[in-house]
C-alpha cells in the first residue's frame, strides 16, 4: 500500500520518542497525513539537537513515555528550547498532571497532547494548531497554569544551619518587596493594612540586620530560596506548601 506523497508546504514535524516501537507507529501514521513530512529521532538532548541541526522542522513532537521521570524530561526539554526556542513543541503524554504540566509550559512546550484523551485526527490538529502560533491545553491544564499565575509568591530565607529565620508571612513580604510592590500593594496582596505591612518589615529588618528596602531586596537576590505557594492573592487564609 503506497503512502500518500507529502505536498510542497508540507509541515516539517520531528518526532522524539525514546520507545521505538510507538515511534514507528506514531511516524507511519503520521506518514500517512499528506500535510506532514516526518523525521524521527531519541528522546533524548543530543539525538534531538543533531536532529534539528540536520533540518530545522516547524514543529517538534517529544515523547514523554519512557522510563525517564518528569525531571529528566523537562532538562531535555529546558535545553532544546534553550537551543532553538524558535521551533514550536508539544509534549505527548500518557498523561499529565499538575507538576509536568507547569513545568512542560515553563520549558517552552506550546502544547501538551495526552494521548488517552484523543485521537489521531485530533494530535495532527494539535500539530497545526502550534505550527501555527497557537496554544494547544485542555481545561484542566489551563487551570493549573491559571493558579500558578493567582499565587502569592514565598521567598524562604536560611541561617547557616539550614533554618528558617522568617516566619511564612514574613517570608512573602519578602518576595514580594523583591518584586517591586510597595507596601500598598503588598498589604492589598495579602490582604493585610498598611501599618501591619510596616510592622512585618520593621521585624524583618530586625532579623536580618538591614535597614533599608533596598538591602532587603539585595540579601533577597542573594540569600532567597524561592518556592511555589497554594494560596490565591487576597485570600484571608495564606498557608505555604509543605
Known amino acids: 500500500m503506497s503512502l500518500p506523497a507529502a505536498t510542497s508546504d508540507a509541515v516539517n514535524v520531528l518526532v522524539a520518542d525514546s520507545n521505538r516501537m510507538q515511534a514507528q507507529l506514531l511516524t507511519s501514521a503520521l506518514r500517512r497525513r499528506p500535510e506532514f513530512h516526518v523525521a524521527t529521532c531519541g528522546m533524548d538532548a543530543v539525538s534531538i ?14 515523547s514523554s513515555n519512557s522510563p525517564a521521570s518528569i525531571a529528566d524530561t523537562v532538562m531535555i526539554l529546558r535545553r532544546f528550547h534553550f537551543s532553538h526556542p524558535e521551533v514550536p513543541k508539544v509534549l505527548l503524554a500518557d498523561s499529565c498532571d499538575r507538576e509536568l504540566a507547569v513545568n512542560a ?27 501555527a ?26 541561617n547557616a544551619r539550614g533554618n528558617p529565620i522568617l516566619t511564612p508571612r514574613e517570608e512573602q513580604v519578602v ?10 500593594q503588598i498589604a492589598r496582596e495579602l490582604n493585610l493594612s498598611e501599618h501591619t505591612v510596616k510592622k512585618y518589615l520593621f521585624r524583618i529588618f530586625e532579623k536580618l540586620g538591614i535597614s533599608s528596602r533596598v538591602e532587603l531586596v539585595l540579601y533577597a537576590v542573594n540569600n532567597g530560596d524561592p518556592r511555589p505557594a497554594e494560596w490565591l492573592a487576597g485570600a484571608s487564609r495564606l498557608l505555604p506548601r509543605a
Do not use: H
Not at 539537537?49 to 514543529?59: F, K, Y
Not at 506550546?110 to 490538529?125: E, H, P, S, V, Y
Not at 496554544?135 to 489551563?142: D, G, S
Open 49 to 62: 539537537l543533531q536532529a534539528v541541526t540536520s533540518r530545522l522542522p516547524a514543529i517538534a513532537l517529544l
Open 133 to 158: 502560533g497557537q496554544i494547544w491545553a485542555n481545561t484542566e491544564q489551563l487551570g493549573y497554569l491559571l493558579d500558578l499565575v493567582s499565587e502569592v509568591p514565598s521567598l524562604r530565607v536560611l
Open 105 to 131: 509550559f515553563r520549558s517552552g512546550v506550546r502544547g501538551i497532547f495526552t494521548i488517552t484523551d484523543a485521537d489521531l485526527r485530533m494530535l495532527c490538529k494539535c500539530l497545526l494548531r502550534v505550527a
Open 175 to 184: 518576595a514580594l518587596v523583591a518584586e517591586g510592590l510597595g507596601n500598598r
